[in-house]
């Protein structure tokens, strides 16, 4: 069965850190670059970073650069996303995404 299943989410204070991670299957996990999207109630979904298939290459949005890391373990099937300094307006669901595949999503809540 082909699924991504997120994991990591909580609540955190501001200026605090979080690690997501997202466990693939079903597909050949290294063949694919991945990303991490996140979206709010009526707002667009807003990607939030990119690795490529080797985890070489890697591209941020504007409002996370800095702040968060993405990385990939090609051996576990696994994507990260390290976040850190974290702000309420990164308060979100977050989901890991190949193509149009993606998980159910995990739940990020900045607040004090």
């Known amino acids: 069965q082909v699924q991504l299943v997120e994991s990591g989410g909580g609540l955190v204070q501001p200026g605090g850190s979080m690690r997501l991670s997202c466990a693939a299957s079903g597909f050949t996990f290294e063949s694919y670059a991945m990303n991490w999207y996140r979206q709010t109630p009526g707002t667009e979904r807003e990607l939030v970073a990119s690795?490529?298939?080797?985890?070489?290459?890697?591209n941020y949005a504007d409002s996370v650069k800095g702040r968060f890391t993405i990385s990939r373990d090609n051996a576990k099937n696994a994507v990260f996303l390290q976040m850190n300094n974290l702000k309420p307006e990164d308060t979100a669901v977050y989901y890991c995404?190949?193509?149009?595949?993606r998980g159910q999503g995990t739940q990020v809540t900045v607040s004090p």
């Open positions: 690795i490529s298939t080797g985890g070489d290459m890697t």
């Open positions: 995404q190949r193509g149009n595949l």
